[in-house]
């Protein structure tokens, strides 16, 4: 197994044990809630409990889950890292209430990041299932937007190939796309130039030029895909 490998392995199992433990602590916010005691004065409220501070340190979680798996997830990171946590939280809630520590009409203290306010368990449940629902929506939009980018599907399909390509030219279309012309030698070695339209963000950084092998100078066929930046090794 080379480094590089080795590396993305390592990647993904410490993305798999953030993923579980984001989870993990937002379950633990909402399955301690109503157990939480808090302390007044007249500078404000605290508690020594770990529940009181676990949506804090669940937002902690999620940030790192979300820079770790950036690489994997793309675009759809934000979206999956708030489904996740929300559907801990929730899931909390249910064991809760399996447990007997509260039922759906009990009123209960949450603190997310800062308090909420007292509302029914019910209403917890149904503010954390419209979160799952938006961050579930969010991150198929987000890995629609990149396997798009990237030309996923045709890059897996075998009757298209890849080539490095350059762009040359740009005329704006609105919305951050533009055409250009791009140009790549086929597997044959034959040169084509083909018109695209890409985003501006394509501009200056390495692409490829997804074609029907079968028709490769067919505009109709060639995708320009985006593929992960690349942080240069230092020597």
Known sequence: MSGRVYGLVLRGLACALLCWLVG?????????????????????????????????????????????????????????????????????????????RVDRATATDYMIVFPFGTYAVSAWLTFFWCVAGAGLVAALWGGWVSARRAAVLRRVS????????????????????????????????????????????????PVLAVYDTSRPGDPGRVRVAVPRRRTPRSR
């Open 158 to 205: 075998r009757k298209y190939a890849t080539a490095d390509a350059l762009l040359e030219g740009w005329r704006a279309t609105g919305r951050g796309r533009g055409e250009v012309t791009a140009v790549f030698h086929d597997a044959d070695g034959t040169r084509h130039e083909v018109p695209a339209v890409v985003d501006r963000a394509a501009l200056g950084r």
């Open 24 to 100: 993990l602590v937002w379950h633990v916010s909402t399955y301690d809630a109503s157990t939480v005691e808090w302390f007044c004065d007249n500078e404000g409220c605290a508690s020594d409990q770990f529940a009181s501070m676990a949506p804090l340190l669940g937002v902690g979680a999620g940030v790192l889950f979300g820079l770790l798996s950036a690489r994997f997830l793309r675009r759809a990171t934000a979206g999956v890292t708030v489904t996740v946590a929300a559907l801990g939280a929730a899931r909390g809630w249910y064991d809760a209430i399996d447990a007997g």
